[in-house]
């Protein structure tokens, strides 16, 4: 018997506890074009009216925030504490495109000889979404808040194993007061999607997954002349050049891969140091990384791991790591699955990964921190470009200046400075190269599925 594709599978103990029917054919269609009868009175409802209802949003997923981390705790094994600052960081991205929105889709009026221009900003119409598992709230939030205040419309297709979140954003957007027909989850099939984005009434697609997954929407969506963005992997660069506390920079550098348990497009997965501090600082990872134990996402805490999304994702981890070891790889610590059945693999320290080889290319999502030395800035720099992903990436220095001027050299989408990563709802997100393009949160944000037109007036 095959698995149902919309299920959820808890990674604590691999058993399905509750499986979903996916939408028909009819349906997938129907739910375009309801969002299409909906979109011609959402686009004529004032800019502050939808501002209300987006404000109510941000309400409902902060007065439910507790409620909301437990379903996803289940589903994917986010820890609780981290879930519910998810669901915090989502309610903060409704709140801020509630509150800025208006001002971002004002209109521009520029500089003309013989009349007045302006540069409107319009919505699209129909939209579809197609959200991933790692941070089920997260991703919906950042696609939907800034166009629902555009006037945009959604169909939304959120990860086969994320199926009550899903249900749960559905059942915040409707008791919000949002209009029926602007937002619509679907269990939809990959085969129902390219149907989706074919659709006459379907404006643009937003994706966030894998780069195959990107790839392939990409295609559909070029080949139908529909706008995208995508947001896909990434193998982001840390590059520590120096620093007056090794452990210390170890521990942030540890924390910050070990959020999410690793997975996290923008997570540090290739730390890049300098070769005087190289060895205590790979020292100081194997020592937190033995000293990390299962738990389960309720109990998670400091010094612990939780399991991965499923035991599909552990097992390729798995395999992963035995593949570096294959080209030459030395494993320092961890990577072995803890049981036969459960998602849990033991959080590992990678080192001496053969530069040019296939495994140093991939991404590895999951509790991995992989290691390189290097001698120089130029080395370091070279390194840090010489990867298919360019999403973001990360400098660490006591002098500032030297810091700064390595991160403007990063082939990225988002370069920071002695932080891991600058985060918040009014800071951009997005990469280059196979990372994808366009940019989600902050002003920009509103600045994709948009009509810029011109209304000039002789």
């Known amino acids: 018997m095959s698995t149902p594709n919309y299920r959820v599978e808890n990674p604590v103990t691999g058993k399905v506890e509750e499986t979903f029917e996916s939408t028909t054919d009819a349906q997938v269609l129907e739910a375009v074009d309801t969002a299409h009868a909906a ?4 686009r004529a409802t004032p800019i502050e009216e939808r501002a209300k209802v987006v404000h109510r949003i941000a309400e409902l997923f902060e007065e439910r925030k507790d409620e909301l981390a437990q379903i996803i705790s289940t589903e994917m094994g986010k820890p609780l504490s981290e879930g519910v600052e998810e669901v915090e960081f989502s309610s903060a991205i409704f709140d ?3 509150t800025n929105g208006p001002r971002f889709a004002a209109d521009e009026k520029i500089p003309s000889e013989g009349g007045t221009a302006h540069i409107q900003r319009l919505p699209l119409g129909v939209l579809l979404g197609i959200m991933p598992w790692n941070f089920p709230y997260y991703q919906v939030a950042r696609f939907a808040a800034p166009n629902f205040m555009l006037g945009n419309t959604i169909v939304l297709k959120h990860a086969e194993i994320c199926p009550r979140s899903a249900l749960a ?12 027909g602007v937002y619509n989850t679907v269990f939809a099939t990959h085969e129902q999607i390219e149907k989706v984005i074919e659709h006459k009434h379907l404006q643009g697609v937003s994706l966030t997954g894998s780069e195959r997954a990107g790839a392939a929407v990409a295609a559909i969506a070029g080949k139908n002349l529909k706008k995208a963005v995508l947001e896909l992997g990434g193998s982001d660069p840390y590059i520590v050049l120096d620093t007056d506390d090794v452990k210390a920079a170890a521990e942030l550098a540890w924390g910050t891969r070990m959020y999410n348990t690793g997975q996290a497009c923008n997570s540090n997965k290739r730390m890049i140091i300098m070769e005087d501090i190289y060895e205590d600082f790979v020292a100081h990872l194997v020592t937190l990384a033995e000293g990390m134990k299962p738990a389960k996402p309720e109990e998670a805490g400091e010094g612990t791991f939780t399991p991965l999304s499923s035991r599909t994702a552990a097992e390729g ?4 790591l035995d593949r570096a070891v294959e080209a030459g790889a030395t494993l320092r610590a961890g990577g072995q ?7 849990y693999i033991s959080p590992a320290v990678l080192t001496d990964v053969p530069v040019g080889s296939e495994i140093y290319y991939e991404e590895l999502f999951g509790p991995v921190a992989t290691v390189y030395k290097v001698a120089s800035e130029e080395e370091a720099i070279a390194l840090a470009n010489d990867s298919q992903y360019g ?10 200046a030297r810091a700064a001027a390595v991160a403007r050299q ?12 600058g985060e918040g709802a009014e800071i951009p997100f997005g990469g280059v190269k196979r990372s994808g393009y366009g940019r989600e949160l902050g002003p920009y944000g509103m600045d994709e599925f948009v009509n810029k037109r011109l209304y000039y007036v002789a």
């Open 39 to 42: 979109f011609i009175s959402w």
């Open 96 to 98: 801020y495109y509630a």
């Open 169 to 180: 954003i559905q059942q915040i957007m409707e008791d919000a007061g949002l209009p029926e």
């Open 317 to 320: 981890l798995k395999k992963q």
């Open 337 to 343: 699955l803890l049981d036969e059945a459960s998602s």
């Open 391 to 400: 999403l973001g990436g990360a400098v660490f220095s006591q002098d500032e």
């Open 410 to 421: 990063l082939e990225v989408g988002m370069a920071n400075v002695n932080t891991p990563a």
